[in-house]
């Protein structure tokens, strides 16, 4: 069975028709062909599918796109304002945080909303929020300090 949907997605409502049980996840790539958000377990262990939903982070493999509607859904491919790189992608691409990247957009996704509510956090919290985010390739020491770079930056550019 199938079923029309209407989902709000980095400011742009997008309209489709898909099974019913289909993840966000895969309305996401499949659909409306925002592929940056990408598979991993598929089971709610990695970290690696995560958006943005009106602000909280939220797994796309375990969510169900009418769920969704009427909220607001972010990607990676919405974390940049335009051209101009959110200061995490910044400070994730000068320090080396980045490998394969194919964690990197739930991470800074992640980030991005532990930011939103935790300007300055200390390094235990931000351990702490993406203890959920998996990479198979860093340290996770890099990561840490892109997040705290950016939060810094962040910081500086309010006041
Ligand atoms: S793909 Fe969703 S948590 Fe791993
Ligand atoms: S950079 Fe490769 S999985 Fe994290």
Not at 4 to 10: E, K, M, S
Not at 52 to 74: F, H, K, M, N, Y
Not at 88 to 116: D, K, W
């Amino acid at each position: 069975m199938k079923v029309r949907i209407a989902l709000t997605v980095n400011d742009e409502v997008h309209e489709a028709l898909v099974p019913v049980h289909k993840t966000l996840l895969e309305v996401l790539r499949e659909d409306l062909a925002l592929t940056g958000t990408k598979h991993g377990c598929e089971l709610g262990e990695c970290g690696t599918c995560t958006v943005l939903v009106d602000g909280q982070p939220v797994l796309s493999c375990l969510a169900l796109p009418l769920e969704t509607e009427g909220r607001r859904i972010t990607t990676i491919e919405g974390l940049a304002d335009g051209a101009r790189l959110h200061p995490l992608q910044q400070a994730f691409a000068e320090l080396g945080a980045a490998q394969c990247g194919y964690c990197t957009p739930g991470i800074l996704l992640t980030a991005a909303a532990l930011l939103s509510e935790r300007p300055s956090p200390t390094r235990q919290e931000v351990k702490e929020a993406l203890a959920g985010n998996l990479c198979r390739c860093t340290g996770y020491t890099k990561i840490l300090d892109a997040v705290e770079l950016a939060a810094l930056r962040m910081e500086r550019a309010r006041t």
